[in-house]
């Protein structure tokens, strides 16, 4: 099964400031998933994107699919302090495997 | 979405005892999963959990270490067998229908004497 590998693995940033994480995959996928975790919770969904999708939004957040590139993107825009959390790639295997597979995830952390 | 109810949170235990871990799920869904995740690092995926029949193990995962349970659509249970310090880890239940977004219960941290 292929794994996503988030980039950067640490991102230090301001609040009020854009925080961009990247995802890079290896083989052709089905859907591509961003989690959200806080410090001793478990994974929360942020937004799945389809293969045939290239731009999803949900609030402040902004995802974007390259397949060409086999590479997604995570935007947080006007970055807060509650924001500080690892966020995590979920790809699948595509084809008839919806079973996804998670990246190390970028530990993002907001100063107030 | 489906509200994953994981028990219990945190335990520790002795070398050489085994431990079950409950998932409970709100709704009957199609697809259960258990994670392991050491602190700071990614989620690895020890079994796909089957209703009515064997769960599906990864490389490097076997039902003698990791039996798996999951009588009905709506719960699983993994039990940790003969624990050794390596097992110390959070243990993460997750739950989904095929090709939807995964929803994950809060863990149970696992420390092993």
């Known amino acids: 099964s292929q794994q996503g590998e988030e980039d950067p693995q640490a991102l230090s940033i301001q609040e009020g400031e854009n925080a961009t994480m990247n995802c890079s995959y290896k083989?052709?996928?089905?859907?591509l998933q961003w989690y959200r975790q806080n410090s001793g919770r478990g994974l929360v969904h942020l937004i799945l994107?389809?293969?045939?999708?290239r731009e999803k939004h949900s609030g402040r957040l902004r995802v974007t699919l390259d397949t060409s590139k086999k590479s997604s993107s995570l935007l947080i825009t006007a970055s807060r302090a509650a924001d500080t959390a690892s966020y995590f790639c979920?790809?699948?295997?595509?084809?008839?495997?919806?079973?996804?597979?998670f990246g190390r995830g970028t530990s993002l952390i907001v100063h107030p | 979405s489906a509200v994953i109810s994981q028990k219990p949170s945190r335990d520790i235990c002795q070398r050489g005892t085994s431990l079950t871990i409950q998932c409970q799920v709100d709704?009957?869904?199609?697809?259960m999963f258990w994670y392991r995740q050491q602190p700071g690092q990614s989620l690895t995926l020890i079994a796909t959990a089957n209703q009515g029949s064997e769960a599906t193990y990864e490389s490097g995962f076997v039902i003698d270490k990791f039996p798996i349970s999951r009588p009905n659509l709506t719960f699983s249970t993994l039990t940790v067998s003969n624990m050794s310090p390596e097992d110390s880890s959070i243990y993460l239940c997750?739950?989904?229908?095929?090709?939807?977004?995964?929803?994950f219960g809060d863990g149970t941290r696992l420390s092993i004497l």
């Open positions: 979920a790809t699948d295997a595509g084809g008839g495997s919806y079973i996804p597979t």
């Open positions: 709704s009957q869904v199609t697809m």
């Open positions: 083989t052709s996928i089905n859907n």
């Open positions: 994107i389809r293969s045939n999708e």
């Open positions: 997750s739950a989904s229908d095929r090709g939807q977004p995964q929803h």
